[in-house]
Each structure stands twice: as structure tokens, then as C-alpha cells.
């Protein structure tokens, strides 16, 4: 009878274990995706990529768009006012006009360069977020898989235990009805 009670808390002592080491392992796994995810690796750029970023950023701001209104702005008060023979771009302002589409024929090519390099960027986050939720649901149907197996383990142990308790609980009334 001491032998059925100890097998009993040795095999629920195992389960126990078991438990606890799943646990383990799924915050030791969750733990490295954190750690992945808080240090992502350095983008090494060029020069070249460098440039292009300031530009994009610099040519997409609000100081950009003032700074080029003022410079225009200035630009055609002095070609329309200044004495004739200073006016180096009188009106239709010819020079200006080769000036402005110089500016965007180079600044577009150079501001997509940037975009492309954050898409890129922007598909690789996209791609690891889809490995990560792919890992967890992998991860959960793992967990899953070993709670079933530790309940079907469970069960057996209960369906064992009660089959000893019955066996005892009939070794009791032979007992007492032996006694009688």
C-alpha cells in the first residue's frame, strides 16, 4: 500500500518536472527573440547612401521648402528692381527656371535611392515580423502538442490510481467482511 502511494507522488512528481521544463525551455526561447529584436543588427552604409539620406531627409522638410521660397523669393525682388545692368536673369527669369529643373532632375533620382533603401529596409522588418509570428504559432502548437501528452499521462496515472484505490478499497471490505 506505501509502495502504491509513493509510485503515485513519484509519477506526479515527474509530471511536475515536466512541466517545469517545458516552461523553461519556451522562456529560454523567448528570451533569445527579445534579445534579437531589442539589438537588431548595424546597417553598414556607403557614402554614397549616406548623402542620399540627408538629402532626402533635408529635402523633404519644411526648412527645405522655406529656405527655397525665400532664395526665389529674393531671386526675382532683385532681378525686377536692381539697376539694368545688374539684373543677371531678367524677367522671364530663364536662368532660374534652368536652375529649379536642374535641382529636381538631381534630387528626385537622389530621394529615391532613399525611399528604396527604407523599403528594403521596411521589407526585411516585414519579413522577420512574419518569421516571428510564424515561430510563435509553431510554439504554441508545439506547447500544445506536450499538454495533451501530459493530460493523456495524467489520465493513465488517475485511471492506475483509481484502479489501486478499488483494489484496496476491496481488500478493506474483504477485511471487514471476513471480521464479521
Known amino acids: 500500500?506505501?509502495?502504491?502511494?509513493?509510485?503515485?507522488?513519484?509519477?506526479?512528481?515527474?509530471?511536475?518536472?515536466?512541466?517545469?521544463?517545458?516552461?523553461?525551455?519556451?522562456?529560454?526561447?523567448?528570451?533569445?527573440?527579445?534579445?534579437?529584436?531589442?539589438?537588431?543588427?548595424?546597417?553598414?552604409?556607403?557614402?554614397?547612401?549616406?548623402?542620399?539620406?540627408?538629402?532626402?531627409?533635408?529635402?523633404?522638410?519644411?526648412?527645405?521648402?522655406?529656405?527655397?521660397?525665400?532664395?526665389?523669393?529674393?531671386?526675382?525682388?532683385f532681378n525686377t528692381t536692381a539697376v539694368l545692368g545688374y539684373r543677371f536673369d531678367p524677367y522671364p527669369f530663364i536662368l532660374m527656371n534652368l536652375i529649379l529643373s536642374c535641382v529636381a532632375a538631381l534630387q528626385a533620382p537622389i530621394i529615391m535611392m532613399s525611399q528604396n533603401r527604407q523599403e528594403e529596409k521596411d521589407r526585411q522588418r516585414s519579413e522577420n515580423d512574419y518569421l516571428i509570428n510564424l515561430k510563435a504559432e509553431l510554439e504554441v502548437r508545439s506547447l500544445h502538442q506536450k499538454v495533451d501528452l501530459l493530460l493523456e499521462e495524467q489520465i493513465k496515472t488517475l485511471f492506475e490510481s483509481q484502479a489501486k484505490q478499488l483494489e484496496i478499497l476491496k481488500s478493506i471490505e474483504a477485511k471487514l467482511n471476513s471480521l464479521k
Do not use: Y
Not at 513519484?10 to 526561447?29: G, R, Y
Not at 540627408?54 to 525665400?70: L, Y
Open 1 to 77: 500500500m506505501d509502495k502504491d502511494i509513493k509510485k503515485l507522488l513519484q509519477s506526479e512528481a515527474e509530471q511536475v518536472n515536466k512541466l517545469q521544463e517545458i516552461v523553461k525551455q519556451t522562456m529560454t526561447d523567448e528570451k533569445l527573440i527579445v534579445d534579437n529584436l531589442l539589438n537588431p543588427p548595424k546597417d553598414l552604409l556607403t557614402r554614397g547612401q549616406k548623402i542620399s539620406d540627408k538629402v532626402a531627409q533635408f529635402g523633404g522638410s519644411w526648412a527645405f521648402i522655406i529656405t527655397f521660397f525665400i532664395i526665389l523669393l529674393i531671386w526675382i525682388v
